[in-house]
């Protein structure tokens, strides 16, 4: 029993002390560099459906990810034992493990110029109330999720399925390397999400689905019986809008991509944008830097330092210092985002290996609905459904759902269709930004309008109006 216990202490040593441990064993393996990452976190996630509890449960989960520079090679390698006696072999066999890979001159940790310099600022990111909360409020808070998602969907007539869900995640995270370098990083997150299928009268056993969601980094945040009701009002509401949906005209038309929809775009666009695609030259801005790549409406910003933010951070995955990047501005691009590695390989300073919280800058007031009642004729995307972005050409096809505009009303709910081209003329087709960013999320992105896109649905020619 004894050593039983002596175990579990050994098993709950802290994040700093299980970094210098396994720094102490890469230097004892020939480590000439070494970073290390540790984290501990707790996750409560609970679902009913149709009355039913569909999914229980809470888990903690602790793993400590190592980076190696040993003789001009560079291994990664991740483990979940943080004993002290397991940390040494694992570390010990990771060395080994990298000398077997080929030499690569280009690794190396950060200049320690660049490094973050504590004290951690106050993001607002952590929720000690959050931490404490009991797994029989996210059980309570799900149940009463589902019966207001049903409420909403009987009201909207032809129920099928309606689902409730709570989920919460807390962490804390450590890096620390070789030089010096040690940074302690803490968040909280909670989330409510409700879903409601109903049956279109319309169609035939054609069922219509809606979601909606609400999270925060703070329990107060996330509402209550209020805020609760409208996630699943909003839920239902985005199923019965989609009764009697069908293709609109294919041709060229305008777009506009609802805000948290919209994300998608913007996925792709920063993934061009990053090391890895440029230095393989997957990327169709590989040498792009000051040169024009959207409309000058088009101005996108990263902003770790965020409050509250759901990317927020003090120092991003290598420890470099957070700070706002502007990645364009006026439509040019500004910014690649690099780690060491990856700068070092294009010749060019390191950024951030990753973005944290993207926004855009809004080019006039209105957002969806109202940026929707002034389009003449066009459609409204309200989520994308499959599809494929390919990063060396630029070339994208999206399958999606959305509603066909017509003299700024909606004619008729779309289905059946896709959007398709080259990021290079839709990104410079954009006009106009909304002021609507999505809350819920990392990438804060407004709904977006574009002039002009390729459609293909039903085969309608350009300006005849859908049957």
């Known amino acids: 029993m004894a050593r039983r216990e002596q175990g579990r202490a050994r098993a709950e040593a802290s994040l700093p002390e299980v970094a210098r441990a396994a720094l102490e064993a890469a230097r004892a393996g020939g480590a000439g560099e070494a970073a290390v990452q540790v984290s501990r976190s707790r996750f409560v996630d609970v679902g009913f459906r149709d009355g039913d509890l569909e999914k229980a449960s809470a888990s903690a989960k602790q793993?400590?990810?190592?980076?190696?520079?040993?003789?001009?090679?560079?291994?990664?390698?991740?483990?979940?034992?943080?004993?002290?006696?397991?940390?040494?072999?694992?570390?010990?066999?990771?060395?080994?493990?990298?000398?077997l890979l080929q030499p690569d001159p280009l690794r190396s940790l950060p200049e320690l110029g660049l490094y973050a310099r504590g004290p951690a600022p106050d993001l607002g990111v952590w929720d000690q109330t959050l931490e404490e909360s009991e797994a029989g409020e996210w059980i309570q808070r799900s149940r009463r999720l589902e019966e207001l998602a049903r409420d909403e969907g009987w009201r909207a007539g032809g129920l099928v399925s309606a689902q409730g869900g709570a989920y919460l995640e807390t962490s804390r995270d450590l890096l620390?390397?070789?030089?010096?370098?040690?940074?302690?990083?803490?968040?909280?997150?909670?989330?409510?999400?409700?879903?409601?299928?109903?049956?279109?009268?319309?169609?035939?056993?054609?069922?219509?689905?809606?979601?909606?969601?609400?999270?925060?980094?703070?329990?107060?945040?996330?509402?209550?019986?209020?805020?609760?009701?409208?996630?699943?009002?909003?839920?239902?509401a985005r199923a019965a809008r989609q009764m009697g949906a069908r293709p609109g005209p294919s041709g060229r038309a305008a777009v506009l991509i609802e805000n948290q929809a919209a994300a998608r775009l913007l996925g792709d666009l920063l993934g061009a944008c990053a090391g890895p695609a440029l230095k393989q030259e997957r990327s169709y801005l590989h040498g792009g830097l000051g040169k024009e790549i959207a409309s000058s409406l088009l101005t996108i910003t990263d902003q770790p330092l965020l409050p509250g933010g759901f990317g927020s951070r003090w120092f991003d995955g290598e420890g470099l210092a957070a700070r706002t990047l502007t990645l364009v501005e006026g439509g040019l691009l500004k910014s690649y985002l690099l780690d060491t590695y990856h700068a070092r390989a294009l010749g060019l300073k390191p950024t951030t290996g990753s973005s944290s919280n993207v926004t855009l800058a809004p080019s006039a007031p209105g957002g969806f609905q109202s940026i929707m009642e002034d389009m003449e004729r066009g459609l409204a995307v309200t989520s994308f459904l499959g599809g494929n972005f390919n990063s060396t050409t630029?070339?994208?096809?999206?399958?999606?759902?959305?509603?066909?505009?017509?003299?700024?009303?909606?004619?008729?709910?779309?289905?059946?269709?896709?959007?398709?081209?080259?990021?290079?003329?839709?990104?410079?087709?954009?006009?106009?930004?909304?002021?609507?960013?999505f809350p819920y999320a990392r990438f804060m992105t407004p709904s977006l309008l574009f002039s002009e896109v390729q459609l293909s649905g039903a085969s309608l020619a350009p300006g005849q109006a859908p049957g």
Request: aromatic residues 10%; hydrophobic residues 40%; glycine residues 12%.
């Open 176 to 236: 620390a390397t070789s030089d010096g370098f040690m940074g302690e990083r803490a968040e909280t997150g909670a989330y409510a999400v409700a879903a409601v299928v109903l049956m279109d009268p319309s169609q035939e056993a054609k069922r219509r689905s809606g979601w909606w969601w609400r999270a925060a980094r703070k329990l107060n945040n996330l509402g209550g019986e209020e805020t609760l009701a409208t996630v699943a009002r909003t839920a239902a």
């Open 394 to 437: 630029g070339d994208f096809s999206y399958g999606l759902q959305g509603l066909w505009i017509e003299g700024g009303r909606v004619a008729h709910a779309v289905e059946g269709m896709n959007m398709a081209g080259n990021f290079r003329e839709l990104w410079r087709a954009l006009e106009r930004v909304g002021d609507d960013p």
């Open 63 to 99: 793993g400590m990810s190592l980076r190696l520079f040993i003789e001009g090679r560079y291994g990664v390698h991740s483990t979940s034992d943080l004993r002290p006696e397991a940390i040494r072999d694992f570390v010990s066999k990771a060395a080994s493990l990298t000398r």
